[in-house]
């Protein structure tokens, strides 16, 4: 069983940043493929970034240049830097944990991006 907990979230302007950091429980963190997800209201839950245990990392062409996703398997901590936030970016920001037939979620971070 992994627990994860974001946290990072909140109220921004357009054109800002946010760091938004996921902190996993558990002793095998480097195994699992972390992953950045976001809900808007209304709409489906889509993939914003994925970062492999190896390191490969994966973007939506939504965030590409904008967003950089990075792990601390010391501190089992997968974090997701946002820049140049734009309104359509507000919505609740998940993290994932996966490996193979696992995966588990965290409750979210709210981010809101005012116009």
């Known amino acids: 069983q992994v627990q994860l907990v974001e946290s990072g979230g909140g109220l921004v302007q357009a054109g800002g940043s946010l760091r938004l950091s996921c902190v996993a429980s558990?002793?095998?963190?480097?195994?699992?493929?972390m992953g950045w997800y976001r809900q808007a209201p209304g709409k489906q839950r889509d993939e914003v970034a994925t970062?492999?245990?190896?390191?490969?990392?994966d973007y939506d062409d939504s965030v590409l240049g904008r967003f950089t996703i990075s792990r601390d398997n010391a501190k089992n901590t997968v974090y997701l830097q946002m820049n140049s936030l734009k309104p359509e970016d507000a919505a609740v920001y998940y993290c994932?944990?996966?490996?193979?037939?696992?995966?588990?979620w965290g409750e979210g971070t709210l981010v809101t991006v005012s116009s």
């Open positions: 994932k944990a996966s490996r193979y037939d696992m995966a588990y």
């Open positions: 558990g002793s095998t963190f480097s195994l699992f493929t």
């Open positions: 970062i492999s245990s190896g390191g490969i990392i």
